[in-house]
């Protein structure tokens, strides 16, 4: 018999990868969509026919448990959250209650329905959760120090599993998973905004563009490899927790010249860039680099693209992207 998998989040850049790779492992694939968005549900049916969306909402118990009990899933991948660190601070409220008690409304559906012994459940855990980095790599047992209301909603969500995994014996596992990207990449991220805007002065549609601080780093992965990791964490004997990232460390401006190399047009970054002060966030998260090994000894994972292929295969995507505009 087919196993039966539902995906909060479904139309986002995870929820896009993981359906994919669910749907060739042969698995009945449900996706949770809020009904106010119909033309993102619109767009994701065209690239995942073979998924069926439910209509329900993170912040609406009664809808988390309708959706539960009508697709009656073997495994739940929770990916919805409001994402963007950058939006947290504007709407922390809005932030909190979706990324954060979004989850406790999971996890209170499944023990309502009494289906707790059965259902696995992966978290979708985030390094933003390190913050200001109390240690460097970052490893399943650094302590969290998050620096926005996204990353304090996910810490929020990330204890609630841990706390009904020994309270209710849930087979719950947190992926604590470090910045992951590639064609699917909303426009708003940092590595998705450098690349379609590099593609577009390369085709001649635009001169220059602009960043907030790019001195930051972050410990970047392709999204296609992450999701395997979240699959793997559902298929071990026990649930537990696992940071997932690649171990290596590269700043904003790195990505942006290794992005201008992959162009093709001259790796000098002031030549194209400017400065937009409005992309400074209120706290930031200055550096950011996993430490997947525990990852590696008991699920067997490990990252498959690497950084320079990374983006490669986003700036190659934008120009396909851009030159069909
Ligand atoms: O920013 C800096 C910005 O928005 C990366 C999410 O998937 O990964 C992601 O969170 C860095 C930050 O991602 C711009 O200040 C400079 O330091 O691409 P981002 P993020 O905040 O790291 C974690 C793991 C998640 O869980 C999140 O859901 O780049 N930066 N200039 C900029 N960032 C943006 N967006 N735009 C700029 O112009």
Known sequence: MHKRALITGVTGQDGLHLSHILLEKGYEVFGMVAGQRPSTAQSFSQLRPDVKLIQGDLADFSSVLQVIDQSQPNEIYNLGAISFVGLSFTQPELTANITGLGFLRVLEAVRKLHVEKSVRIYQASSSEMFGRVRETPQTELTSFHPRSPYGVAKTFAHYTGV???????????????????????GYEFVTRKITSNIAKIKLGKQERFSLGNIEVSRDWGYAGDYVEAMWLMLQQESPDDFVIATGKSHTVREFTTAALAAAGLEPNIERYLDYDVSMIRPSEVDSLIGDSSKAKKVLGWEPKVSFEELVALMVENDLRVESAR
């Open 163 to 185: 706390q009904f995994r020994e309270a209710y014996e849930m087979f719950i596992s947190n992926g604590i998973l470090f910045n992951h990207e590639g064609e699917y990449r």
